[in-house]
């Protein structure tokens, strides 16, 4: 799986987008890009994932550069509650029983 | 919405028992996984499984064992506890089997072996 490198931190008012970018260099022609998030004490959660085309759903919006690579997640108000520890994954999307591979991740702090 | 329920979020053992971890997903998802995250370490694959009485060791089976009697739940179990499994245990499921779905992780069961 192609390497990720995300930001340590970021900060955000509550209200205002959030943009988290990552960089994914070497990322491979059949290799997906995934977003978690984690906050303290609980499971990971899924946000969303992409090959080449944005997508957006009701948590957030996924904007993939044209020579993928690089991305960007987007929440577009961000809330206190979206604190929490953002993973960016680049992994190929035929490996339905192989472990994901979380890095250090961007910890976004949103205050009010 | 997926829903992966963990049957404990807190858990304290003492050494030498046999610990049982139970998970059940709402989806009628194929895949089932077991982690462990620990700080500095990441995620680690305990076990996965691919369907019912499938199972492939992941990449710390050792101490370790599964069971899927049944589509919706994935157990498992820790043989003889050591101080060594105190973690946080993470059960995850996934849709098919050769496609980009993703995982979709429960609360986690915070274990502490005594």
């Known amino acids: 799986d192609a390497k990720t490198t995300q930001p340590t931190s970021m900060d955000c008012a509550e209200g205002r987008a959030a943009n988290l970018p990552c960089n994914h260099s070497?990322?491979?022609?059949?290799?997906?890009v995934y977003w978690y998030r984690q906050i303290h004490s609980q499971g990971p959660q899924y946000i969303i994932h992409?090959?080449?085309n944005n997508e957006t759903n009701e948590m957030a919006s996924l904007i993939i550069t044209e020579d993928r690579k690089s991305s960007t997640l987007i929440l577009p108000h961000a809330t206190l509650r979206d604190t929490a520890v953002y993973y960016c994954i680049v992994r190929v999307g035929r490996q339905a029983g192989t472990a994901l591979i979380f890095g250090k991740g961007t910890t976004l702090s949103v205050s009010s | 919405d997926v829903k992966v329920t963990q049957s404990s979020r807190y858990l304290v053992k003492r050494t030498g028992e046999k610990v049982f971890l139970e998970c059940v997903q709402d989806m009628d998802h194929e895949n089932m996984f077991w982690y462990r995250q620990d700080p500095g370490l990441g995620l680690r694959l305990i076990y996965f499984s691919y369907d019912v009485k499938m199972k492939e060791k992941g990449d710390i089976p050792e101490g370790y064992s599964v069971s899927r009697e049944k589509k919706e739940r994935f157990s498992l179990i820790l043989e003889s506890a050591s101080t060594n499994q105190t973690s946080m245990y993470l059960c995850?499921?996934?849709?098919?089997?050769?496609?980009?779905?993703?995982?979709?992780f429960g609360d986690g069961t915070r274990l502490s072996i005594l």
């Open positions: 070497t990322i491979s022609g059949n290799e997906y």
């Open positions: 992409g090959l080449k």
């Open positions: 995850a499921s996934s849709v098919g089997q050769w496609n980009n779905q993703p995982q979709h």
